[in-house]
DNA sequence: AATGAATGAGAATTCATTCAT
DNA sequence: AATGAATGAATTCTCATTCAT
């Protein structure tokens, strides 16, 4: 058995292969229940039974409801930077509209996949999570964002890299969120992807 | 007695200044509590109590438990505009560059008042308000945007400027949101305020 | 103002006339309420809106609630007594089987007037009004079967007229309610009158 | 755990015996209230505080209040038609009036039992049971009293069975439940029972 | 380890009744 | 007398969590 999740840390993750699965069938049972039917849904026995073990076992994983969100909030953590580093590293000769043209195609990728779920972070993830896990994660795609960006140094314009990364990512997550649950006219997917590429560009690349 | 507000429509004010004053009475203990005690903490007793009436008195004022926030977005609504409108038409021979600051700096403003309420507002204020309120809201800000942008057309970048208004409001919103919420290392006020410049600057304004 | 009705007695009913009007436009909203809202609906504020007074003047009226129920099931009372007294006291020359066929469809008249009135007062007027007025009614109904029965005494088949009155004022009674409340199929107003009728008369006339 | 009862069907009863005397042990429990405590007694709380289960467990065999009436009434439909059919079948070369007069003791120990309860199911039943559960209870009543006067069809007075069996069932019911809880002078089990008896003879039998 | 019945605190909401105006 | 806003006890129902099996 892994041990369990708390809200606060008990950091790391289950790593027997039986345990792990049960572990990652109980978050999808619950993103599951999160996109098809709403967060209000989303009990401990619903997702319990949605994920096919019952209640008693998911709290053998999970210290408490929290606990879910908080491996889900980690779990996005980890897909995004691995995302971001694998876009990033891949870019080669590429243009930095391109780069940052493929960084917002994935994360729309990565968004679509569970819009419903990405709002429920962001809404509860800062109460779910502590605070330095948030931290790390930002300061990993700052420094992400730098390592790509310092590559041709000159080219940049903010002062203060981290600040910069900081609204940038903001801005392309809340926009995204935004664009998936009010789906506002006259946007489609390609209109936002260009549009955040611009946003990005114009805002870190000198001018 | 003012009309109950329901979630959906009766949509009229209430008008009587006692009322008046325990409509917003109400309101104003519901962000307190936001703001100090957390979302969940906003239990319908509990925003009686703060406000000093009795549950029943607050159930005359509002439908349901949703209504109160409904009625809270349609408050930051009006103050939003009213704010942007009077900013904008100060403006005079201001360069973009300024307007765009002084609008920052005066939602900034608006937005510390009560952070946590927006950021609810911001991921639940769909749920809550019925769309066409939301669009009706978003039209006005597009249209002020315009308004403030088309006064030199000539400099204007995006084509599509309802697709660059909804992706500068959110980018703005979020971006001031987090960082009253998480106070990010080496972000303070003046930083802020002059990247997001910069942001909106960089994005509408034809390089 | 009329004295105000208690659930037990203070008994007598208000004698001024506007007072006597108010009294009696309460009575009929609540009735009102009943059968076109369901009795869930009739709560004192609802009562008092389609009575067009307010709360306050309700309950000048009736000292709570279960007053209101009260002077129903009085007035009901009062109704099918006369009813009967003038039924009987008509009759003349006819046959037992004409005159009971009369009450029954009197009485149909009169239940069909108010179905979910008088379904309520066979669940609740027991709970609210005091047994001695009950018994009263109840003796008054005996007496007048006996009046009109002991013109022919001789073909009486029951010992104990107390009894038969009982039995057989339960029997109509509940099944015209029951006939109004469920619309069994394959009855009608005549089937049910013809049968009622001879169920009057084959139990209480000497075969 | 037994499935749990909506008022609307999942129609079959529990069947593990832990989970069956829980169920029955609510359903007694909110008899018990009825009958000393009244109607209005039986909040949900109160019955599973006299059952001695918490209110989880009433809700996990009830989907909501009126689902335990709907039981109740199920109970009781059964029980009256076993009565009916036990008492029929082993009537043998009986007379009429000795038939009748054994459904009718059966039935006032049936009452007796709990004759608030069943004032209440005479007058709310229709509330809360589908009607099609309330028609094939009465079908079934119709076919037991059909079954048993056939048995010598030339002496049946109504050329209309089903309204027959509809007049006589709801008189003998209200009759019975009126003198249970009215206790009116004069009447005791014997002549209501000798009267009972005569008023279905008289009624249903060829004079 | 897994199960799922039982728990009970706590939430939203209603409505009879009061009382200051 | 009449008004109707305010009160708050009471009700239904939910759901995270526990623990005996």
Redesign the interface.
């Known amino acids: 058995m892994p041990p369990r999740v708390t809200a606060r840390p008990p950091r790391n993750q289950p790593r027997q292969s039986r345990s792990r699965a049960t572990f990652e069938l109980i978050l999808d049972a619950a993103v599951r229940i999160f996109e098809r039917e709403g967060a209000d849904a989303a009990t401990t026995s619903r997702v319990a039974e949605v994920a096919g073990v019952s209640v008693g076992t998911l709290y053998q994983y999970f210290a408490n409801r929290d606990a879910i969100l908080d491996a889900l909030q980690d779990r996005e953590f980890e897909r995004a930077t691995q995302m971001m580093q694998r876009v990033l590293s891949v870019a080669g000769p590429a243009s930095e509209r391109e780069v940052a043209r493929s960084v917002v195609v994935e994360l729309l990728r990565l968004y679509r996949a569970a819009p419903a779920l990405h709002?429920i972070l962001?809404?509860e993830g800062?109460?779910v999570t502590p605070?330095e896990r948030?931290?790390a994660f930002?300061l990993r795609v700052v420094g992400i964002i730098k390592n790509f960006l310092l590559l041709e140094p000159a080219r940049i314009?903010?002062k203060?890299l981290?600040?910069?990364a900081?609204?940038i990512y903001?801005?392309?997550?809340?926009?995204m969120l935004?664009?998936l649950?009010?789906s506002?006219?006259?946007?489609d997917d390609a209109?936002?992807v260009s549009?955040?590429t611009?946003?990005i560009v114009?805002?870190l690349v000198e001018?």
Chains 1, 2, 3, 4 share one sequence.
């Open positions: 709002r962001a809404l800062l109460r605070p948030v931290l930002d314009r903010p203060q981290d600040t910069a900081f609204v903001q801005s392309v997550r809340a926009t935004a664009y649950l009010e506002p006219a006259g946007v209109v936002l549009e955040l611009e946003l114009s805002y001018r």
